[in-house]
């Protein structure tokens, strides 16, 4: 049973930094993309950063800069370094997983991230 549990979020105030995890129960080498999504209240989810088996990584235009994904496989763990965040960063954030097997996702509950003005 795959299960990814999110981390990390909270109220940070604007010009600060946070850092998600997302901790899988099984091997994050099982994964062939991983990535983080979020949706802020009326919005639909959307695509922040996402990083692949072979290490690429891509950015939604709204973060490059400013987030890096990473992933620790000794850990099973991703991570979602935000840096500068602003508050239209405000969203709840969840990590979605690709298994390589059979390409089903694989998501977390989320976590809120709230960046005040």
């Known amino acids: 049973q795959v299960q990814l549990v999110e981390s990390g979020g909270g109220l940070v105030q604007a010009g600060g930094s946070l850092r998600l995890s997302c901790a899988s129960s099984?091997?994050?080498?099982?994964?062939?993309?991983m990535g983080w999504y979020r949706q802020a209240p009326g919005k639909q989810r959307e695509l922040v950063a996402s990083?692949?088996?072979?290490?690429?990584?891509n950015y939604a235009d709204t973060v490059k800069g400013r987030f890096t994904i990473s992933r620790d496989s000794a850990k099973n763990t991703v991570y979602l370094e935000m840096n500068s965040l602003k508050p239209e960063d405000t969203a709840v954030y969840f990590c979605k997983m690709t298994w390589k097997f059979s390409f089903r996702d694989y998501w977390g509950q989320g976590t809120q991230v709230t960046v005040s003005s």
């Open positions: 099984v091997s994050i080498t099982s994964f062939n993309a």
């Open positions: 990083i692949f088996s072979g290490g690429n990584t």
